[in-house]
């Protein structure tokens, strides 16, 4: 297939952009189709510094590299096309029927991926699978011990602080939501605001609180104690340590490029892209999956919510002739 403007030119049928779980997933699903599949990844995934990709089948303590690379390899026996560099724009291109299979229908428009290194793919269905990004708070120590025994997700890594002592770095709503969860494993749990108000304005929150005995402290954090990568202490600015061995971080969270917004994509109030069942979002031909859209941010949530938006774009690219309308 070519494109009018630039004859030498591939015109993918799916661009993925993104390489984690939703992104390997949808390509290796799409790739089975028999579409033309391009992945766009920067190679910079949030949970690099994740010592396991915890909970999924199969797979018990897989490291993400690990899991990422064999990923892409068995992409590869796809002839997917892998291109290691992050999307800088995506916008629209008027098509005409060249990209249609059956040359009397009229082609979508393309989403046209601009690339670092003044590169450019067009695809006729676009998967964003960019992820979110979490706000580290600046406290030393804590880069030695992330992934190891500081995490962002207790629904992947409570289960390793079965009776541990923790502490819950964080303020408001989000940091009792998290406290809360984490005592299915265990109930000596501090939540420390770091020098900020504790913000329960509720007081049924202060009143869960209080019932399962979760203390909450106001000092700043001066740094983490640690020998390696394990937590021997949570500094205060008053000089006292609070003795722990795993923390938790209920910080706030960014979607991982602003792509979802230059293509007028819905979002919700925390920026993550709002989606159909089938992971289509509200622009034309722009599917989402993984942590980028509401829900649990699980990495096999995040592959099956690939699969599934593969198989809704492919769908979406067979002709009428090939399909019947849904069932009345």
């Not at 004859?7 to 579409?35: H, K, M, N, T």
């Not at 722009?286 to 699969?307: E, H, K, M, Y």
Request: proline letters at 5%.
């Amino acid at each position: 297939m070519t494109h009018p403007h630039e004859p030498d030119e591939q015109v993918f049928d799916i661009g993925i952009i993104g390489g984690g779980p939703a992104g390997l997933s949808a390509a290796i699903w799409c790739a089975r189709y028999g579409r033309i599949v391009a992945v766009v990844d920067s190679g910079d995934p949030r949970n690099w510094e994740t010592r396991g990709v915890n909970g999924y089948l199969g797979l018990p303590g897989i490291r993400p590299a690990e899991f990422r690379g064999s990923g892409r390899e068995e992409l590869r026996g796809y002839g997917v096309t892998l291109i290691d560099a992050a999307v800088l724009r995506v916008e629209r291109e008027a098509a005409d029927s060249y990209g249609s299979e059956n040359a009397t229908e009229q082609a979508d428009d393309l989403i046209v991926c601009r690339i670092q290194g003044e590169r450019s793919i067009r695809a006729r269905r676009v998967l964003l699978a960019i992820g979110m990004r979490d706000v580290w708070p600046d406290i030393p120590g804590l880069a030695h011990v992330y992934g190891a025994n500081a995490h962002v997700c207790p629904d992947c890594d409570g289960y390793d602080a079965r009776d541990k002592r923790i502490a819950v770095i964080g303020h408001g709503r989000r940091a009792v939501e998290m406290a809360l969860a984490l005592t299915t494993w265990t109930f000596d749990i501090t939540i420390a605001t770091n020098g900020c108000p504790p913000g329960f304005v509720d007081d049924d929150l202060q009143q869960k609180l209080d019932a399962c005995g979760i203390r909450v402290i106001t000092e700043s954090i001066t740094s983490i104690g640690h020998v390696g990568s394990e937590i021997t202490a949570l500094r205060l600015a008053n000089g006292d340590a609070l003795d722990i061995d795993k923390l938790f971080l209920a910080t706030a969270q960014y979607p991982a490029d602003d792509l979802g917004a230059q293509l007028d994509c819905e979002r919700d109030r925390g920026g993550h892209i709002v989606v159909s069942e089938h992971y289509a979002t509200s622009a034309r031909s722009v599917f989402a999956a993984g942590d980028i859209t509401p829900g649990p941010q699980l990495a096999i949530r995040a592959a099956s919510a690939g699969a599934v938006a593969a198989m809704a774009m492919h769908r979406s690219l067979v002709p009428p002739h090939r399909r019947l309308d849904a069932h009345r």
